[in-house]
């Protein structure tokens, strides 16, 4: 089955900027779309941004809109989140997922990494 891990979570200051790895195993041609999510403490998970294999679309969060982008290196089998303009309010836990339905929300998606750890300080 799909497997995913991602990288490049840690801590930055408010304005900062990270970039976020997931990389993709075991790839299925079942598999519409990445996604990245994240979830604070206390806070249910939201959708941050996607990304279509077929048509490249991309959609993104309005919290996120014009700070992050997503992106795909086929070559790597990876998927990107770049994240410029940090907030404190971006601080959580960030994950990828791999979807069959897709959409704004996690119920879309049916493979998960293990997450990784932004915290944004001000």
């Known amino acids: 089955q799909v497997q995913l891990v991602e990288s490049g979570g840690g801590s930055v200051q408010a304005g900062g900027s990270l970039t976020l790895s997931c990389a993709v195993a075991r790839y299925s041609s079942e598999i519409k779309c990445i996604g990245w999510f994240r979830q604070a403490p206390g806070k249910e998970r939201e959708g941050v941004a996607r990304f279509y294999r077929g048509t490249r679309e991309t959609y993104y969060d309005d919290s996120v809109k014009d700070r992050f982008t997503i992106s795909q290196d086929n070559a790597k089998n990876t998927v990107y989140l770049q994240m410029n303009s940090l907030k404190p309010e971006d601080t959580a836990m960030y994950y990828c997922?791999?979807?069959?339905?897709?959409?704004?929300?996690?119920?879309?998606?049916?493979?998960w990494g293990q997450g990784t750890q932004v915290t944004v300080s001000s």
């Open positions: 997922a791999a979807g069959v339905l897709c959409g704004s929300t996690s119920a879309g998606f049916s493979y």
